[in-house]
């Protein structure tokens, strides 16, 4: 009897790939989602960094410099799906200008976007990409990022806006996340959050069952049980 292998899932993210806000390795997203599947889940996520280019390199933390276009070509090329989860970081703490529509600069948001979209559909087809809007977190609108820029930004939701835009325009699939994962209150932690930005344990296996339901919806890869209701619905 043939053996059907396994679906490969890549995700290509931050410190919310990686787990950060959970109470070990085990309860990150990615973890929850491989259990609740049975697919071979591979995590890129190394956290603090950013879609965009970094001007100026980050003292005392050169790992948030790994831009996410220079780490897309470490990507599993047999991935069956890769998903792209980023941008808050570049909201947060980054150096880099948003930008426009048509920009082909890595230095801006929305140059750095076009380009990850190029190079990773030079290496998969783009119904194998899924781009996800940056997750809900406290004080989106501080026109200061987390409070760490010098300089002023725009809200979060102008990068997704930017996301939505580029990454809509190749098409690729786009996962948004406002409106399923609960806006917090506070950066004391609450429900869903460690701190008003990470998931806690609660919070990752809501966007596992996320995950799940999305790859079923649009792959139709049957996980190997559904959690209890769709968060989709």
């Not at 209150?185 to 966007?207: C, I, Q």
Request: glycine fraction near 10%; aromatic fraction near 12%.
């Amino acid at each position: 009897m043939e053996q059907i292998s396994k679906p490969i899932i890549a995700f290509l993210g931050d410190s919310i790939t990686a787990g950060c806000g959970a109470s070990d390795e085990k309860h990150g997203f990615c973890a929850r989602l491989e259990e609740m599947t049975g697919f071979t889940i591979e995590n890129y996520g190394i956290g603090g960094t950013r879609i965009a280019r970094q001007k100026i390199a980050t003292s005392g933390f050169p790992e948030f410099d790994q831009d996410f276009l220079k780490r897309s070509m470490a990507l599993d090329p047999k991935a069956d799906v890769v998903f792209v989860f980023g941008g808050t970081n570049d909201f947060g703490h980054g150096d880099a200008a948003l930008g426009k529509m048509g920009d082909q600069d890595p230095y801006t948001f929305y140059g750095a976007l076009a380009l990850l979209c190029e190079s990773l559909l030079k290496r998969y087809p783009r119904e194998r990409l899924a781009f996800v809007l940056p997750l809900p977190r406290y004080d989106e609108e501080n026109p200061h990022g987390d409070g760490s820029k010098k300089t002023t930004c725009p809200p979060l939701s102008a990068y997704r806006a930017a996301i939505l835009e580029v990454v809509g325009s190749y098409p690729i699939f786009v996962l948004d996340l406002t409106g399923i994962f609960p806006l917090p209150e506070s950066n004391e932690g609450d429900e869903y959050t460690a701190d008003g930005l990470h998931p806690n344990d609660r919070g990752h296996d809501l966007l596992a069952q996320i995950f799940t339901c999305f790859l079923w919806d649009h792959y139709h890869y049957e996980p190997r049980c559904f959690p209890k209701g769709d968060p989709l619905k």
